[in-house]
């Protein structure tokens, strides 16, 4: 799968003209999930325009409750009625900007699970932490603190995507190599395994940060490594869809 995160960036002018562009430069594009995060204020035309078409819709965040008295925010229900699938979470920019803790983010796996969205659990270490040996440890207990809550037994588990985001590669222009990230997903493999069981072959897992078209083949493909989480490359029709185009034609062989 390829999903574009396009935090804090288009209008909502700007978001449809993208999605009139798209579909001609994605053409012949099979086999893979394309799932477009855009900021909420565009997400119910999207909704509208997407229905019907191979398109899935995602949000890069929502609270974890179903209402109540919390300015600002957006349910999973509310996201639901707009026909979206998946949801990011834990993004490090929520972490670091919002003050996102693991527990929060524990909430909101939980409720997105719930409510029949798929959660996009992002998880990643800083540059220190990178170059200190860490990554292993700091994404091990990232992991377990966020799936808290899970249940082995549960039935949506396979709905489960997470995302390796080192912090150092995202918007940087710095990727992991392809090594570093198929080494990393190999090892959430074991993790998830080991917590939730033989279904956690069923989980997808991304890599994100600096993908773009030049380098989407070093990650997608590879063991363990389902599909790329992208930003900044994701912004222009015609870079995302050679992303997905290059994902479909190595899936096809
Ligand atoms: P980037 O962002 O592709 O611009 O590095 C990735 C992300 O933050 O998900």
Redesign the pocket.
Known sequence: MVVA?W?MYKTLDEALAFLQAFPLEAEGVEDVEVVICPPFISLADFSRRLAGGSLILGAQNMHWEKEGAYTGEISPPMLRELGVRYVIIG?S?RRNFFGESDRVVRNKVEAALTYGLFPILCLGENWDQFNNGQTQDVLKNQLLLALEKISPKGELIPNLVVAY?PIW????GTPATGQTASDVAGYLRGLLKELLGGVADNIRILY????NPENILEYVGKPDVDGA?????SLKAQSFAEMARAVSGERRG
Do not use: Q, W, Y
Request: zero cysteines; hydrophobic letters at 30%.
């Open positions: 995160n935090k993004h920019e985001e590669a995202i918007g940087t994100g940060g600096s993908v989480l992208i930003g900044g490359s």
